[in-house]
């Protein structure tokens, strides 16, 4: 079953502005959140990381909430740069399985000039 | 630094033939984790392997297979291919076992016709 969920495939932003990618989750045993950026034909990178007992981490343009409440979480990107565009990919880890993360579908971002 | 290295990064085989997968992890990582990922769809969780040991498996047939060797770096073995076997194969390597901070190779991109 799909445990983490991105509903958005797709997110087209003009270069400067803000890119705000969605991400929500069913599983209230995930205490650990990542997001990972993917370009054709390499790894997915790491990007930016949240534990569960925080509702926000910023790390240069990056910043993502975490709305436990509402089960979302949310990356945001600012300004977004054309270098941005790829695929990205929301993860989590749970509480009593740390040994693997469960994984979105992906949003891919493309940033236009 | 080298960060995590698979091995080949292109393979196309025959259905029903065996296939073998290489993962060097970060140097000092004790972590190996394996990772499939098809068109379309987020990376399914296959292994992860910590201090040689399995900790977790995901949903996948006996056919899929691992282990991790005393340098930690990590086989993923698939027998009797199948044509849904074709996928982009991650391995992910971390400090610890608990994926806080998983880095991903380039991918193995596995064609079986």
């Known amino acids: 079953d799909q445990q983490v969920k991105q509903n958005s495939p797709s997110l087209s932003v003009q270069e400067g502005r803000i890119s705000i990618l969605n991400c929500d989750y069913t599983?209230?045993?995930?205490?650990?959140f990542l997001w990972y950026k993917k370009y054709p034909a390499e790894g997915p990178t790491f990007l930016i990381s949240?534990?569960?007992?925080?509702d926000k981490n910023e790390d240069g343009r990056f910043t993502v909430f975490l709305n436990k409440s509402a089960k979302h979480l949310s990356l945001h990107i600012v300004p977004s740069q054309p270098g941005d565009s790829a695929v990205y990919f929301c993860?989590?880890?749970?509480?009593?399985?740390?040994?693997?993360?469960?994984f979105g579908a992906g949003t891919t971002v493309t940033v236009r000039a | 630094d080298a960060g995590v290295t698979q091995s080949p990064t292109h393979l196309i085989k025959t259905r029903g033939q065996h296939v073998t997968l290489r993962c060097s992890p970060i140097?000092?990582?004790?972590?190996v984790s394996w990772y499939q990922q098809v068109l379309g769809q987020g990376p399914q969780f296959i292994f992860q392997?910590?201090?040689?040991?399995?900790?977790g498996r995901g949903n996948f047939p006996d056919r899929f297979s691992a282990r991790q060797f005393p340098n930690y770096s990590s086989e993923l073995n698939v027998n009797a291919l199948l044509l849904g076997d074709s996928a982009l194969y991650l391995c992910?390597?971390?400090?610890?076992?608990?994926?806080?901070?998983?880095?991903f190779g380039q991918g193995t991109r596995l064609t079986v016709v």
């Open positions: 992910a390597s971390s400090l610890g076992g608990g994926n806080t901070e998983a880095f």
């Open positions: 599983n209230s045993m995930f205490d650990y």
């Open positions: 949240i534990s569960s007992i925080k």
């Open positions: 993860a989590a880890r749970g509480r009593s399985n740390d040994y693997k993360l469960s």
């Open positions: 140097s000092g990582h004790k972590s």
């Open positions: 392997y910590y201090e040689k040991e399995e900790r």
